[in-house]
């Protein structure tokens, strides 16, 4: 079956770095994305990949390994406006996203 | 901006009622989805749409209908509501052009309890 694995929970400090981190298994891979859900809002995009690699956006950076099913996302700098949910989502072999349950995300002063 | 707009944010109904859920979009998206959100789950699409008048089933759509008579307009329906669809509704929509990146858009989301 198609499923994607990643902590319920994380905890960090403001002006920190927090890792969090996805693996995830699907019936073909067409890309891995990771959105940001602010406690009663709409989730919102963040980042997208499908090569290997890191890709940096100014403070967040994710990285993918298609090799291992892995991702992550990197959040430096960390300040109260980032804590949310992450929820990562990976594309299958139909285009269809297959999401996690998502991280929340407690940024603590 | 991208903006989805669900009609509600929070809806209280009896079980055994019929409810519509409805959901806008302003960018003249092609795709439009129906997702529900529990705690402790990933998202689980229900219903999508590709095109007006177009709808696949997605995971979950016991129980759900869909309407999309307008490119703009994407309805959810519940038959008859029960307990056990009680839930966050999220709509979303998504450009057609790169089927890959293809990024969706979310609405706040609608909390309906079934009582």
Known sequence: GQNIDQPTEMTATEGAIVQINCTYQTSGFNGLFWYQQHAGEAPTFLSYNVLDGLEEKGRFSSFLSRSKGYSYLLLKELQMKDSASYLCAALDSNYQLIWGAGTKLIIKP | ?115
């Open chain 2, 1 to 115: 901006d991208v903006k989805v707009t669900q009609s509600s944010r929070y809806l209280v109904k009896r079980t055994g009622e019929k409810v519509f859920l409805e959901c806008v979009q302003d960018m003249d998206h092609e795709n439009m989805f129906w997702y529900r959100q529990d705690p402790g789950l990933g998202l689980r699409l229900i219903y999508f749409s590709y095109d007006v008048k177009m709808k696949e089933k997605g995971d979950i759509p016991e129980g759900y209908s869909v309407s999309r008579e307008k490119k703009e307009r994407f309805s959810l329906i519940l038959e008859s509501a029960s307990t056990n669809q009680t839930s966050m509704y999220l709509c979303a929509s998504s450009p057609g052009t790169d089927i890959a990146k293809n990024i969706q858009y979310f609405g706040a989301g609608t909390r309906l309890s079934v009582l």
